[in-house]
């Protein structure tokens, strides 16, 4: 049995590639020459375009060259690429996409998903053939396959879309690419407060976002940490003021350490955790701040 994996980020490979544990062969197909390359050995075959770019007549082109009816099972991560690329695939296929999943057990034909934006589950039996896009963790394997990864380089021509190309002015860190990523919660009572966060962050040379509701519902920031948002994988990520809601720390599962500060002993962060402080964030973060220069001086 072949599966089929899209990724946008090599750092979810892992998090894809425990299907083989299912009896599946996985493939890969990216629109990233470099992905596919430096992937090729944990995968059977590999599909790439001859023309990087994530435009949708070319990826369109990418996913008609390949036999889609050979998979049973075709994965993508729970991140903005992968949820369009989900919707192009059951659109050329009629498969049916099944979003945002955290649990699945291929054997029973069960899965567990997000629903109402993360803030409750839905138990599912599926039937094949079927689209996934999955969150962090969730056919995550430490060691996986190697294969001889046949390449194949798709000829997709040149973009009819495309008229214009320009790279946006990056503002600050990207949080996905970050080693120390600083969090901030509704326990933050204004914009301004948020420069605290990003003081913290400049001086561990890290980046810093938000939760949902501080970005989508307050407009403080451009983008947030979630589900629906950015998908970070920092060494450490620290959080102040946040409950630990799933559509949040889904999105920070990948992180390898996550330190929350919460004044509520019972927030659900704390369980989601790996060192909590039950305290005032207006207390701590300017006495880490603090702390923090008067180190680097010595």
Not at 19 to 35: A, C, F, S
Not at 50 to 67: A, E, P, V
Not at 73 to 79: A, D, G, L, R
Not at 170 to 196: H, I, Q, W, Y
């Amino acid at each position: 049995m072949n599966a089929l994996i899209y990724l946008d980020d090599s750092n979810w490979a892992n998090d894809a590639l425990g299907i083989v544990e299912y009896g599946y062969t996985p493939d890969l197909v990216t629109h990233d020459v470099r992905i596919g390359e430096s992937l090729k050995s944990y995968f059977h075959k590999v599909y790439y375009p001859s023309k990087d770019g994530f435009h949708t007549d070319l990826i369109i082109k990418l996913f008609k060259s390949i036999d889609l009816n050979e998979y049973k099972v075709i994965i993508t991560p729970s991140t903005q690429k992968g949820r369009i690329i989900a919707g192009i695939v059951s659109g050329l296929t009629g498969y049916t996409v099944y979003s945002d999943v955290v649990s699945i057990d291929f054997n029973g034909n069960t899965l567990e998903r997000l629903v109402y934006g993360g803030l409750g589950k839905a138990q599912i039996k599926f039937e094949y053939p079927v689209i996934i896009t999955i969150t962090k963790g969730v056919l995550k394997i430490d060691s996986p396959k190697t294969y001889e990864g046949h390449v194949e380089v798709v000829d997709v021509g040149e973009s009819v879309m495309e008229v214009e190309y320009s790279v946006r002015e990056a503002v600050g860190v990207d949080p996905t690419k970050a080693d120390v990523v600083v969090g901030a919660g509704r326990g933050f009572k204004s914009r301004e407060d948020l420069n605290m966060v990003e003081e913290l962050s400049n001086e561990l040379n890290g980046a810093w976002s938000v939760t949902r509701p501080l970005s989508a519902d307050y407009g403080w920031c451009s983008h947030w940490i979630g589900i629906s948002g950015l998908i970070i994988n920092p060494k450490v990520y620290i959080v102040f003021g946040s409950s630990g809601q799933p559509h949040h720390m889904l999105g920070a599962r990948g992180s390898k350490v996550i330190i929350a500060v919460n004044k509520d002993e019972s927030a659900p962060i704390f369980q989601e955790c790996d060192y909590g402080v039950v305290g005032d964030l207006y207390t701590i973060l300017p006495k880490l701040i603090e702390k923090i220069r008067e180190l680097k001086k010595l």
